[in-house]
């Protein structure tokens, strides 16, 4: 079985493990952001990307707003016509356009935004980082980009049922930083600084 058919498979079980997480954890959402470190904003702030949350994400929108109360500059995805993620800069409440995909999105004409704490969506992730998205590519171009360029911390929000063992890598995923989840933090660049030093 090639390692597209066991992300094929992963993403599937993963989008009905992660709707079952939601429907048990209404308040998913307010309690990850009363959790949600404020360390993070003060080392890896102010740009701050969020998201809109679709199908069963956990909706960043209640940390969204507590960081913005504590100084953070938002910005959200846009995905260009060329398929390109780029962030644009945004304040909570502004209006947001109805995008391919069904997706709300800032407008073309918004400031671009050069985000240093990423909080990223996903389907899973595990103990190393490793990040299990929707199939696109989109957020790892974009990690890839800012990574080039100076510093982008990720940070995952997730259920604790999206922490799984593994998730299969290839060699253009970009690992994540740290996840916060509804019952606390993860330090994942921790942990995977740990696995190196007893590999070596």
């Known amino acids: 079985m090639t390692q597209s058919i066991d992300k094929t498979d992963l993403r599937h079980r993963m989008r009905t ?33 969020g998201y ?5 994400e956990i909706d960043p929108a209640p940390l969204m707003k507590r960081l913005a109360k ?3 500059e938002l910005c959200l995805p846009r995905i260009e016509d060329s398929g390109e993620l780029t962030w644009r800069l945004w304040s909570v409440g502004e209006p947001l356009e109805r995008r391919p995909f069904g997706l709300l999105e800032p ?3 918004a400031p671009m935004a050069k985000p240093t ?12 980082g490793n990040r299990l998205g929707y199939g696109k590519g989109h957020y790892d171009r974009a990690f890839e980009a ?3 360029n100076g510093r982008a911390f990720a940070c995952a929000l997730a259920y604790p049922a999206q922490q799984i063992d593994q998730v299969p890598t290839e060699s253009h995923d970009q ?16 942990m995977r600084n740990m696995k190196s030093l007893t590999d070596s």
């Open 17 to 49: 493990l992660r709707a079952e997480a939601a429907a048990r954890d209404p308040d998913a959402a307010e309690t990850l952001a009363e959790q949600f470190p404020m360390k993070l904003l003060e080392r890896y702030g102010p740009v701050v990307a």
């Open 52 to 56: 809109v949350a679709i199908n069963e």
């Open 70 to 72: 504590a100084g953070a």
């Open 107 to 109: 407008a073309q004409d």
């Open 117 to 128: 704490l990423i909080l990223t969506p996903l389907l899973a992730f595990d103990g190393m």
């Open 146 to 148: 800012l990574r080039a």
């Open 175 to 190: 690992p994540l930083d740290w996840a916060v989840t509804p019952i606390g933090s993860i330090p994942l660049f921790m």
